[in-house]
């Protein structure tokens, strides 16, 4: 894989949340051109590699991203423009090198993952193969991942009395990608049912899932076991199971979580999230802690780590060195995987390869702020990774990526599942 970049460019467009994001293409010799949308998140690790944002008031109240844009079209084209790579990852240490920050906060990391997606998809064509076959046996040998359908939205994609942010349904025991979004589109369809009879309003958070006002966790937990049911399926690990993302450093606040205005330590947060495995078809738990309580996540670890996948997302930001850390103090045994979160796509199968040296699961994942953009699904099928999540099975935003799971699975004889 080799190319030649000839131009790069970018432009302003508008995300799913109505906020400005780039579109990035790369031109390359032959004269085809290769796009990406950037995502952006709201509930944000204090790690993260840094958007640039204009901070303008004038324009979409300060979110304008025309300085990120002008990154990519003087300094990111002047330097790449004429010049030959070997190699995404030269391609990207390029643009980290000359950013030059350990953030990339000077270019803006919105600016630099952007060319890196666009850049990974030309590198892809280069070589005559669809982008997630440009994965493959990097990580692992590719899959279909199950998809992890966020049909409850709460915390900072909501305005509801909800404070965990996502619940989430799993198609665990699905036998395919199709049968896995049917299976997701029918249980959407039973809690939207529910929801009417129960007079809760039907109205959708960042995500595309509902957005009811339930404050207790446990009693949106029995809804979502009650609509598998009515949708036909069996609840748990051989048919429809549960996984959860409170975004629990949201809820911290002085070593103290607040979770529908009443007040828990660590152990008490982890006590309620084991009698919540015990009681419901939950596999999986994402920011069950927040990012800085470092020994309740050794606890919570210790507590739960045997029993379901603990996914680490704030506390990692799909930080190589970070998730290197944890895996020696005994910290979580996943972690989320997210393109924007570290900037660049060599990055982020850096964090999945120290994942799997480790034993620790790989969860892609898009962000709350998104585009069309399917680049996810790609990724998350080349490296063979088992599960990614794109929010509800519903809103165009979300659905490209997992529509780009079943066309892939027509296309191509591929296992689908945790693996
Ligand atoms: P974000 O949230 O994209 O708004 O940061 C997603 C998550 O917490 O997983
Ligand atoms: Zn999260």
């Known amino acids: 894989m080799t190319i030649t970049v000839r131009d790069v460019h970018a432009l302003e467009i508008l995300d799913s949340r109505a906020r400005p994001t780039l579109s990035v293409a790369v031109t390359v010799e032959d ?3 290769w796009a990406a949308g950037v995502p952006a998140g709201a509930s944000t690790g204090s790690g993260e590699a840094v958007e640039r944002r204009d901070g303008d008031p004038a324009r979409f109240s300060g979110h304008g991203v025309l300085a990120a844009v002008a990154s990519v079209n003087e300094e990111i084209a002047g330097a790449l423009g004429g010049r030959r790579f070997e ?23 919105n600016a630099i993952v952007g060319v890196s997606m666009a850049a ?18 990097l990580i692992r040998e590719p899959r279909l991942p199950v998809p992890h359908f966020n ?10 009395a909800l404070d965990f942010q996502e619940f989430m349904i799993a198609p665990l025991g699905a036998p395919s990608a199709a049968e896995a979004l049917r299976a997701g589109a029918e249980v959407y369809g039973a809690l939207r049912r529910r929801l009417v009879d129960r007079a809760l309003t039907t109205g959708l958070g960042d995500e595309g899932g509902f957005a009811p006002e339930i404050a207790q966790p446990e009693e949106v937990l029995a809804l979502l076991v009650h609509a598998i049911e009515d949708a036909g399926y069996r609840p748990g690990r051989d048919g429809v199971a549960l996984a959860i993302d409170p975004a629990s450093s949201e809820l911290y606040d002085e070593g103290i979580y607040h979770v529908a205005g009443e007040r828990f330590s660590s152990d008490e947060m982890i006590e309620r999230y084991v009698a919540m495995v015990d009681r419901f078809p939950i596999w999986l738990i994402e920011d069950g802690l927040a990012e800085s309580d470092w020994s309740g996540w050794v606890r919570l670890t210790d507590r739960l780590g045997d029993r379901i996948e603990l996914v680490g997302d704030d506390i990692f930001c799909t930080n190589p060195t970070t998730i290197a850390d944890a895996v020696g103090r005994g910290v979580a045994n996943a972690a989320l995987i997210k393109v ?14 120290v994942c799997r040296g480790a034993g620790y699961g790989q969860f892609v994942s898009h962000r709350s702020g998104e585009t069309c953009d399917d680049f996810i699904a790609d990724l998350a099928i080349g490296t063979g990774c088992g599960h990614m999540k794109a929010g509800a099975p519903a809103r165009g935003e979300r659905v490209a990526k997992y529509n780009r799971l079943v066309q892939v699975e027509d296309a191509e004889r591929l ?5």
């Not at 924007?340 to 390869?353: D, F, I, K």
């Open 87 to 109: 190699s995404l990852a030269a391609l990207d240490q390029a643009l980290i090198d000359l950013d030059g920050t350990s953030d990339k906060s000077r270019l803006g990391a």
């Open 151 to 160: 049909v409850v939205n709460g915390g900072v994609h909501a305005p509801n």
């Open 340 to 353: 924007n979160q570290v900037g660049t796509v060599t990055e982020t199968l850096e964090a999945m390869a």
């Open 31 to 33: 004269g085809s051109t």
């Open 415 to 419: 296992d689908y599942g945790l693996g």
């Open 120 to 137: 990974a998809r030309a590198f892809a064509a280069s070589a005559g193969v669809a982008l997630w076959q440009s994965f493959a046996g």
